[in-house]
Nanobody
């Protein structure tokens, strides 16, 4: 099992930037595909980005391409989400998640961190 703790959320004006971090503990971090999801008020949880175990492959939702970048540091057991050119519609609780090797499901989730973008 892996435990995930997000940090870095906050309030920022439109056009600004934030970097979210997710620290993992409890298991071999490099054996997990990592991802970020978000949930805005009154909406379902949606995929934002993912990164392969080695960090060589990434995927992002169309709504954040060109603005958000996911990365990981396996030596620090941490995954990051760099968010630039933030928009009010990016306001949501952002969740870090982990998918074990061989699994098709995101099995582990952090508690979430709030990102609020003012207009």
């Amino acid at each position: 099992q892996v435990q995930l703790v997000e940090s870095g959320g906050g309030l920022v004006q439109a056009g600004g930037s934030l970097r979210l971090s997710c620290a993992a503990s409890g298991d071999t971090f490099s054996s997990y595909t990592m991802g970020w999801f978000r949930q805005a008020p009154g909406k379902g949880r949606e995929f934002v980005a993912s990164i392969s175990r080695s960090g060589s492959n990434t995927d992002r939702a169309g709504s954040v391409k060109g603005r958000f970048t996911i990365s990981r540091d396996n030596a620090k057991n941490t995954v990051y989400l760099q968010m630039n050119s933030l928009k009010p519609e990016d306001t949501a609780v952002y969740y870090c998640t982990a998918r074990p090797l061989g699994s098709s499901a995101w099995d582990y989730w952090g508690q979430g961190t709030q990102v609020t973008v003012g207009s």
